[in-house]
């Protein structure tokens, strides 16, 4: 498995974050690292940046969803 680091802009409400972690984890794959920050120029939304060991497979699922 490699690491892989993915970007995802997100709707600052709650569960948001639990749903994005949820879809990755789901998948049986290891988060190493996760930061979340407000956008710079939308208010309500974030920038989550996630770093999981994910296999090729589970990158292409995980990106379709």
């Known amino acids: ?3 892989r680091t993915i970007q ?3 709707e600052d409400r709650p569960g ?3 749903r994005a972690v949820g879809l990755v984890t ?3 794959a290891n988060i190493h690292s996760l930061t979340v920050r ?3 120029s939308i208010q309500g939304r974030a920038w989550v940046t996630l770093t999981a060991e994910l296999s ?3 990158l292409d ?3 379709r969803k």
Do not use: D, K, T, Y
């Open 1 to 3: 498995m490699n690491l």
């Open 8 to 10: 995802v802009e997100l």
């Open 16 to 18: 948001s974050l639990m």
């Open 26 to 28: 789901a998948m049986g």
């Open 38 to 40: 407000p956008h710079a």
């Open 56 to 58: 090729p497979r589970q």
């Open 61 to 63: 699922l995980l990106l």
